[in-house]
């Protein structure tokens, strides 16, 4: 199946940082998606990117299919930003795997 | 639409009693996945649904799991009987075809076998 690989693991930043998180999958994919798990547990989904670049508000992402990776872009961080950062792919089978996800503090 | 929905949002069990988890997905999704997430495994999928029919269930963990979709807006897995180990966020998710669009997660079930 397809693997996903997530960089860094861990990641402590200044409050004002900026930051990129990496997501490398193994074969072609159909879908990408981000999510942010918030101190809450709750899954939120930040951006759907299979190709190309999106942007929403300090937040932006990049998925070079065929290189096989993805990029999350978080700029000006915020303490509210702290929380698990997820990679997931999914392929033909519909099936959606997720990475083992990058922790961020981001202290005041 | 209100999402998928998950019930109950939590739930604390003895040992050896049944637990049932219930899902609502998206009106119109095909698809319907639930998924387990502990800190030593991260999200594993356990099993999923495509139409109704179940798909793939090669992450449910033992005999003692199973999962059913009598019809296209609800689902629940079934733990029988529970073990403490089992203790996790169970997680709902629905998407279109092949999760075109993207997936939606419901809330979770926070679940603790005592």
């Known amino acids: 199946g397809i693997q996903v690989e997530q960089s860094p693991p861990d990641l402590i930043l200044q409050e004002g940082a900026n930051s990129t998180l990496r997501c490398n999958f193994s074969d072609s994919v159909n879908n990408l998606q981000w999510f942010h798990q918030n101190p809450w547990g709750q899954l939120i989904n930040l951006f759907y990117?299979?190709?190309g670049t999106k942007q929403n508000g300090r937040l932006s992402a990049t998925t070079v299919a065929t290189e096989r990776y993805s990029l999350l872009y978080i700029s000006s961080s915020q303490t509210t930003d702290s929380g698990v950062y997820f990679c997931?792919?999914?392929?033909?089978?519909?099936?959606?795997?997720f990475g083992q996800g990058t922790t961020l503090q981001v202290k005041p | 639409d209100a999402g998928v929905i998950q019930s109950p949002r939590h739930e604390v069990t003895e040992m050896g009693q049944e637990v049932t988890l219930r899902c609502k997905p998206i009106s119109g999704h095909d698809y319907l996945f639930w998924y387990r997430q502990t800190m030593m495994r991260g999200l594993e999928l356990l099993i999923y649904f495509n139409n109704n029919v179940p798909i793939d269930d090669s992450g449910m963990p033992e005999d003692r799991f199973s999962a059913k979709m009598p019809n296209a807006s609800f689902s629940t897995l079934k733990i029988q009987p529970s073990e403490p180990r089992d203790s996790a966020v169970y997680f709902c998710?629905?998407?279109?075809?092949?999760?075109?669009?993207?997936?939606?997660f419901g809330s979770g079930t926070r679940l603790t076998v005592v």
């Open positions: 997931a792919v999914s392929g033909n089978t519909g099936k959606l795997i």
């Open positions: 990117i299979p190709s």
């Open positions: 998710a629905s998407s279109l075809f092949r999760g075109a669009g993207g997936y939606t």
